[in-house]
């Protein structure tokens, strides 16, 4: 399992501040592992403090420049941008697997969804409209602008390494902001490589800067940032754990927010949904990127008159799934990113099954003809699942389905609403009235509604409660991104 690209030039290792590539001020790196081996294969700069406040400098000083450029300056670079990343889409796809472990079709998609967000804000860059007041007295003019709210930190996660960190850069360029970003540190070449072709787009040198570091150097380089009273806005996607950090510690500061957190998604089949539909759409939802999106139903809650139905077409559809590594055409689950993380699905499996759930499928770390790295594991589905599990109230972020029981609607909300966290909530249902009865009682950002494929560069993304604020994508993804500002003209008679 080689990693062979038609433009071996996209594979970048060094920072990328004030249109310069460049090693740390250390000159030190850290190693990125390939998880479907567990092998080391690239070495990226290990940056420190001081990168990251240069990359800050060099942000602040584009940003007058690139907020004033017409609106379809930025367009145009945000198109080209979109260009050459479909043009480099196959190499890109063959970066996102190799670094993250996905299956290529996987990863092809990915690109694909990354670039629709940087299409979308190409578009919608042409569209941040201000408004005119009525005159509510004789000579005033009352006016609302829309501005860049200044230098963006985006701080991005492993899972999706292309699409989480153009659904961020995109915005913000089109807004008229700079960008600092860093990416995760288990899969910082793909973001390297999409910035590379960044600056093949043109865009301008300190409009877009990216450094890399090792995990244990993360708090002290996001930290400059954080304290950083000229970085105005952190947009940041990972745990809610951390997201409490950031909203803390850039509180001295006032700083914008847009934090898409971790989610404990439930997914609910009532007793009159179309269950083949509903099995189709938990595969869809559940063990995309082999379970680990903060978007994947953790629990899945099944009418009692459909459960034994239910766990039984999930069951056989789940064990038909194949797992392997990225080059394999036919695999469908990948590697997980780590030893920690499969360590966190086997604690939750085996904690469930000491409390009492039964395993119909799965359940353990696997190695085959297929899948011989160290970091496969088995996708599984356990029944008998109940809320005194860890599973039930964190996220697995694995390829594990846990089945709850329930009797009835109400019970069942009360259930699905019972998490601190709201991102993603889905629902199988064809009764109509229950439709929107259900819908409206989601405590969750977004709904799936006969549907397990919910994202869309379209669509708003982002969650209610611990799950975060802001949104991604769509027309309301921009206003994150700008300040309003009003201008109040008078002795105009
Ligand atoms: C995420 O897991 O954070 C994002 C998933 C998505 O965009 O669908």
């Not at 990693?3 to 790196?29: D, V």
């Not at 940032?225 to 850039?250: H, M, N, P, Q, Y």
């Not at 390829?399 to 259930?415: C, D, G, K, T």
């Amino acid at each position: 399992m080689t990693l062979i690209l038609k433009r071996p030039n996209l594979i970048r290792t060094n920072n990328f501040i004030n249109g310069q590539w460049q090693n740390s001020e250390q000159n030190a790196h850290y190693p990125v592992s390939n998880p479907a081996t567990g092998e080391d294969f690239a070495q990226v700069a290990n940056s420190t403090v001081k990168d990251a406040k240069e990359a800050t400098d060099a942000a602040y000083q584009a940003f007058e420049s690139w907020r004033t450029q017409p609106a379809k300056v930025r367009s145009q670079c945000l198109i080209r941008w979109h260009q050459l990343i479909i043009k480099n889409a196959e190499d890109l796809a063959r970066i996102i697997s190799y670094e993250q472990g996905k299956p290529l079709a996987e990863a092809r998609g990915e690109v694909a969804y990354g670039a629709s967000y940087v299409d979308w804000f190409a578009s919608e860059a042409l569209r941040t409209y201000g408004d005119i007041i009525p005159e509510t007295v004789h000579g005033k003019k009352l006016m609302v602008v829309k501005e860049a709210v200044g230098v963006v930190a985006a701080i991005t996660p492993w899972n999706f390494p292309l699409a989480m960190i153009a659904r961020k850069i995109a915005p913000a360029l089109a807004a008229g902001c700079t960008v600092v970003a860093k990416p995760a540190e288990d899969t910082p070449l793909t973001a390297l490589a999409l910035v590379a072709l960044a600056e093949e787009a043109g865009i301008p040198a300190g409009v877009l800067n990216i450094i890399t570091s090792s995990r244990d150097r993360v708090s002290e380089v996001v930290g400059v940032w954080l304290s950083d009273a000229r970085v105005r806005k952190v947009t940041f996607t990972g745990s809610t754990a951390v997201g409490k950090i950031l909203a803390r510690e850039s509180a001295a500061t006032l700083k914008h927010l847009s934090l898409e957190l971790g989610g404990n998604a439930p997914f609910i089949v009532f007793e009159d949904a179309d269950l083949d539909a509903a099995v189709e759409g938990l595969i869809a939802a559940k063990f995309r990127n082999g379970g680990q999106t903060c978007v994947c139903p953790n629990r899945v809650y099944v009418h009692d008159s459909v459960y034994d139905d239910f766990a039984d077409k999930l069951t056989k559809r789940v064990a038909s799934l194949k797992v392997g590594p990225w080059d394999q055409a036919d695999s469908q689950i990948g590697p997980m990113i780590n030893d920690r993380a499969i360590e966190k699905i086997q604690r939750h499996v085996d904690d469930a099954l000491t409390l009492g759930a039964r395993l119909l499928t799965g359940g353990k770390r696997i190695q085959n003809d297929m899948a011989t790295g160290p970091n496969y594991f088995a996708p599984t589905v356990l029944v008998d699942a109940n809320h005194d599990m860890e599973l039930a109230r964190d996220e697995t972020f694995g390829p594990v389905a846990p089945l709850f029981r329930f009797h009835s609607e109400q019970e069942v909300i009360e259930a699905a609403n019972d998490t601190p966290f709201g991102l993603a909530g889905y629902f199988y249902s064809n009764d109509i009235k229950r439709v929107w009865r259900v819908s409206s009682k989601m405590q969750t950002g977004i709904v799936g509604i006969n549907e397990g494929a919910i994202a869309s560069e379209t669509a708003p993304f982002g969650g209610v409660k611990e799950s975060g604020y802001g949104r991604e994508g769509s027309r309301y993804g921009l206003d994150d991104y700008m300040d309003t500002k009003y201008l109040c003209q008078g002795n105009l008679d």
